[in-house]
């Protein structure tokens, strides 16, 4: 029985996935805290701290399967604590060893190392589903960097650009994304078995030794220096992941408005039988655009909370720790959804050429106000010609007459430029700079950055 959206069966597809749901499920979770254990058992029994067939039966004994969640998970009640249960019971399945188990660590090495592993697994996801994001984006800006499009301001048409101009400033966010997640790897990826108050106190001298040893058995990272109430590891993780969120909250957000009916430049995917509204039957709603620009806000959320963390009491604390054990599932089990959408929406979107080149020429040439602007501050100079086609436009708006004939029989204008030329001015697919240039940069850039499978 659920009552988080990613527990309920009708809802938690819109929040999650399955993959994402089964590395932060009950049974993951608990293996990877065992495998913690087991670890750590393998590396003492190795050093000789524990005898030698120890290492062995605890870490046969440490597999889920031989754990029943629910008996532990109301032992943990009874006990006030989250893993006394599991000790105790991993205790008593390794026999006459069992007084091996957890030796001379604390329950917060073994949690915070199982979290480890767990968001290491989490990370292999994110990032395969990040670089098809950005796989799919450089198809589509490649696809159109040259195809008009009004390039919006403060929500209002400005100048054109391109279709591609527009994905590849998103595809270059995530060029950043990719090398901010690469970076953050051998930061994050570090376990920590320091004991007690961090000070290996219970094993001496060897128990840096046996930390290391354990956690190269897990395929993480040993730290300078006891972590227990240093957590910028996790928060800087999450702080990565929320700005890919943004990313990808801004892109679906963009969709959003570009879909509108007036709007028409883009559509996302649609298949017979999906329906917008339960009333209106006409309606084909941004259904999916609205769940990829929606979860970004519970993940900045959670973020901010991983953040609230960063301040710890003295040696440890479980006041801030505990809100980590929230927010840190949270933000990947959103971003997998977030990420499997948008992979779906830039697979099957529909893009408008059509559209793009209706709203562009809306304003019967306004849009390229500029462009006559400095055609004709080569000879009159840009002030000027600022203040004469500001009063063009204006009248324009203001008397709904094309822009194109005010300019025509402007004698100021034609002063300086022909009927013709007027016409070739007011052309958008000629005024769009170097868009074109840039999204191969862009492209040419996250191609040759090494972030990308091929």
């Known amino acids: ?150 390039a919006r301001t403060h929500g209002m048409q400005g100048l054109p650009t391109t279709f591609g101009f527009k994905l590849a400033v998103v595809l270059s966010e995530f060029e950043r994304h990719l090398a901010r997640l690469t970076e953050t790897e051998k930061r994050v990826f570090t376990g920590v078995l320091a004991g007690g108050v961090g000070t290996y106190a219970a094993l001496g001298s060897i128990g840096p030794v046996v930390e290391k040893e354990a956690l190269d058995k897990l395929g993480l990272h040993t730290a300078d220096i006891c972590w227990h109430s240093s957590r910028d590891r996790v928060s800087e993780y999450g702080s990565v992941l929320g700005l890919v969120s943004g990313s990808l909250g801004k892109l679906g957000n963009e969709f959003y408005n570009l879909m509108r009916t007036e709007i028409n430049e883009v559509e996302e995917p649609f298949q017979a039988g999906n329906v917008g509204s339960t009333t209106m039957p006409h309606k084909r709603n941004p259904a999916m655009f609205e769940g990829i620009a929606s979860l970004t806000k519970p993940i900045l959320h959670s973020v901010a909370l991983l953040h609230e963390s960063l301040v710890m009491e003295h040696e440890r604390d479980a006041m801030s720790w505990r809100s980590e054990w929230v927010a840190l599932p949270e933000i990947c089990l959103y971003l997998s959804a977030q990420l499997k959408s948008t992979i779906a929406v830039l697979k099957g979107l529909v893009v408008k050429p059509e559209n793009m080149m209706r709203n562009l020429n809306l304003q019967g040439g306004l849009l390229l106000s500029e462009r006559i602007m400095f055609a004709l501050s080569e000879d009159i100079g840009k002030q000027t010609a600022h203040h004469l086609i500001y009063e063009l436009s204006m009248q324009a708006y203001e008397q709904n007459i094309p822009f194109k004939t005010l300019l025509i029989n402007d004698k100021n204008v034609r002063k300086v430029l022909s009927e013709e030329q007027i016409h070739h001015l007011l052309d958008p697919s000629g005024y769009t700079g170097l868009a074109g240039e840039k999204v191969m940069e862009v492209i040419a850039s996250i191609k040759n950055g090494g972030y990308l499978d091929e």
């Open 1 to 150: 029985m659920g009552s988080h959206v990613v527990d309920l069966r009708m809802l938690q597809n819109n929040f999650s996935t399955g993959e994402m749901r089964s590395i932060w499920n009950d049974e993951n979770r608990l293996q990877k805290i065992l495998d913690a254990e087991s670890a750590l058992a393998l590396a003492q029994s190795e050093l000789n701290i524990i005898p030698k067939e120890a290492g062995k039966v605890i870490h046969n004994a440490a597999k889920m399967e031989n754990f029943d969640i629910d008996n532990l998970a109301d032992e943990a009640v009874k006990l006030k604590h989250s893993l006394m249960a599991t000790i105790n019971q991993l205790q008593e399945l390794s026999g006459d060893y069992g007084e091996y188990v957890h030796f001379g660590v604390t329950t917060q090495d073994i949690t915070d190392t199982g979290t480890i592993l767990q968001l290491k697994e989490a990370h292999q996801i994110l990032t395969r589903d990040i670089k098809e994001v950005a796989h799919l984006l450089i198809g589509l800006a490649e696809k159109y960097k040259d195809t008009p499009m009004p």
